[in-house]
T-cell receptor
């Protein structure tokens, strides 16, 4: 069974540029999460989807971040414009449903904003 | 609100030494507790979990027991290997949200 797929793995951009990350969850997983992991820290939830509905986006900086999960499968996280402080690893995870189910993480996208 | 506190690293051990990584939590209700491991350049992988008090999670020689009375979920392994070198994250899951600790880096020397 394929795991959570993310792309790109690495991205270097200049500040004020836009950037997008893509995630393909494990087949059949209804719940999808985007996390941000700063250096030396644990992941922090940005947004959680149940199918195509964003059910928790309270930690998403909505002035510059946006996300979508059309058709309830793949998801895209966008930053526009990027700031220096956005440099981090962006992790996508999925679970069968959001109960006690285990989350499965992708390898992450490492973003460096110059 | 909910929170997780882990011991700071790095923890450096010789091969075959005993490992303990402390984790305590603050939560309302009865969260599930997890240990995730992150190898260099990879995403987080579930190592073990426990869903209720007194449960013991175990995997690959690692163990942790859900202690409600001390609000702890310490990770232990009797004999570490070089291949166990990684960052270990303690996490809890309340009603909806996962909360992760800051991670503890483990270095095992041959």
């Amino acid at each position: 069974e394929a795991g959570v797929v993310q792309s790109p793995r690495y991205k270097i951009i200049e500040k004020k540029q836009p950037v997008a990350f893509w995630c393909n969850p494990i087949s059949g997983h209804n719940t999808l999460y985007w996390y941000r992991q700063n250096l030396g820290q644990g992941p922090e939830l940005l947004i959680r989807y149940e199918n195509e509905e964003a059910v928790d986006d309270s930690q998403l900086p909505k002035d510059r971040f946006s996300a979508e999960r059309l058709k309830g499968v793949d998801s895209t996280l966008k930053i526009q414009p990027a700031e220096l402080g956005d440099s981090a690893v962006y992790l996508c995870a999925s679970s069968f449903r959001d109960s006690q189910e285990t989350q499965y993480f992708g390898p992450g996208t490492r973003l460096l904003v110059l | 609100g909910n929170s997780v506190t882990q011991m700071e690293g790095p923890v450096t051990l010789s091969e075959e030494a005993f490992l303990t990584i402390n984790c305590t939590y603050t939560a309302t209700g009865y969260p599930s507790l997890f240990w995730y491991v992150q190898y260099p350049g990879e995403g987080l992988q579930l190592l073990l979990k426990a869903t209720k008090a007194d449960d013991k999670g175990s995997n690959k020689g690692f163990e942790a027991t859900y202690r409600k009375e001390t609000t702890s979920f310490h990770l232990e392994k009797g004999s570490v290997q070089v291949s166990d070198s990684a960052v270990y994250f303690c996490a809890l899951k309340g009603t909806y949200k996962y909360i992760f600790g800051t991670g503890t880096r483990l270095k095992v020397l041959a």
